[in-house]
């Protein structure tokens, strides 16, 4: 293949210097200025990279290794990234881009984001509300008894799924109540997993961190036993970064 380049992420110059990580196919790291904005990338061996947990993890942890260097304001690009020349990374990004980028730039200065992913037991949540409320019990226990219309088991059903939603709901609004006001931007995702009820990035100050975490572990004890939460408190920007919003 002709000589192509792997990029990771976009920064102000002069961008990150002396980075030891290797990136992918253990390349080393190198950067490419162009006017005020400095890529970071390695040497590309494939045409085209899959999408490989070992590749995705390869590519975070470049980004959170600059980071952790002291480069903490970064445009992450997206996975898979490759060009074969620097005129049209300039001509096809950075010219036409160019006000977008900066103003992406003065946005994540001394700001950082991390992640919330709130899991539960739907099973025992299930049970849980049949044990909470015994009219729901009572018409769920009939089905397993009785010859109901389709009418009536659908109605049944439904009336167990909106409780449920409404139990869901109660713990986001729980977590939206503790953790938004201390984040400057939130942004809910997609849910990856039947087990997942909630999914939330935030944009914080740098140095609040150690506050918001202290947070999210009076969360976790305050639904001990019943939620699983994982917290990410370090990661490209990826949700705050987006051009074109």
């Not at 994540?108 to 509300?129: I, M, T, Y």
């Not at 109540?177 to 914080?204: D, K, S």
């Not at 975490?213 to 370090?234: P, S, T, W």
Request: charged share 20%; proline share 4%; aromatic share 8%.
């Amino acid at each position: 293949m002709s000589h192509a380049f792997y990029l990771y992420g976009i920064f102000p110059a002069p961008g990150p210097v002396g980075l030891t990580l290797e990136g992918l196919d253990r390349q080393p790291l190198k950067t490419q200025t162009i006017r005020e904005f400095t890529l970071l990338y390695s040497d590309a061996q494939q045409e085209r990279y899959l999408t490989s947990r070992r590749n995705l993890l390869g590519h975070e942890q470049v980004l959170e290794h600059a980071m952790t260097e002291g480069y903490r304001t970064l445009l992450p690009l997206q996975f898979g990234l490759t060009i074969h020349s620097w005129d049209s990374v300039d001509q096809q990004l950075l010219t036409p881009q160019r006000e977008a980028l900066n103003h992406l730039f003065t946005k994540l200065v001394g700001r950082r984001e991390v992640g919330v992913k709130v899991f539960w037991q739907p099973e025992a949540e299930l049970e849980q509300l049949m044990t909470d409320n015994q009219l729901l019990r009572t018409q769920r226990d009939r089905l397993q008894g009785s010859t109901l219309s389709m009418d009536q088991v659908i109605h049944v059903g439904q009336a167990i799924e909106l409780a449920i939603e409404a139990r869901q709901q109660a713990i986001i609004q729980v977590f939206q109540q503790t953790l938004n006001p201390l984040a400057i931007e939130t942004v809910e995702n997609t849910l990856l997993t039947h087990t997942m009820i909630y999914n939330a990035a935030y944009l914080i100050p740098w140095e609040d961190e150690s506050p918001f975490g202290k947070q999210v572990e009076a969360l976790d004890r305050q639904f001990e036993g019943r939620l699983k939460i994982r917290y990410n408190n370090l990661t490209a920007p990826y949700n705050f970064a987006r051009l074109g919003e």
